[in-house]
């Protein structure tokens, strides 16, 4: 099963939906969702929010939070509320980061932060990937989905 299986089925198995917002994978975490069939059980949408005053304009981060530097834990958890609540989704994922070729804001590439936001609360993650630009939005994606399962599977306290 591949990770965006495993994340469709605890969604499926909760009942509960997603949304997305995304940086630097620009979508990639909603078509891979969208890949799995029968997606649209738990699909709500999702927002591509690249530039800063999207994030805060659409997604309700707070302006102190993205001035600070939109590649931070406070960025990620407020682009998932975010985007939960614009959608109106149980769940809320979210990814923003440097995918490179360049460093950006003072954080080198591969520099990403995930959040998923949840009823039940809300858990991020910092991940410092190697490689180039696609390796880095792969990667990415790939640890989204890993975060949506640790987030709602069974092993959670």
Do not use: F
Not at 4 to 21: D, H, M, P, S
Not at 48 to 63: E, M, N, T
Not at 133 to 145: D, H, K, Y
């Amino acid at each position: 099963m591949s990770d965006a299986e495993c994340a469709v089925a605890v969604l499926r198995a909760r009942g509960w939906t997603l949304a997305t917002a995304e940086s630097l994978t620009a979508g990639r975490v909603a078509a891979a969702v969208a890949d799995v069939p029968g997606c649209s059980d738990v699909l709500r949408g999702g927002v591509v929010a690249y530039q800063a005053d999207v994030k805060v304009d659409l997604l309700h981060v707070p302006s102190r939070d993205a001035a600070a530097g939109v590649v931070s834990r406070a960025v990620a958890e407020a682009m998932a509320s975010g985007v939960r609540r614009r959608l109106r989704a149980d769940v809320g994922v979210a990814t923003t980061g440097v995918a490179g070729p360049e460093p950006h804001a003072g954080e080198p590439v591969g520099s990403v932060w995930i959040a998923v936001s949840t009823p039940e609360g809300s858990v991020s993650e910092h991940l410092n990937l190697k490689g180039d630009r696609e390796s880095v939005r792969a990667g990415t994606v790939q640890a989204a989905m890993a975060l949506i399962v640790r987030a709602l599977g069974p092993t959670r306290e």
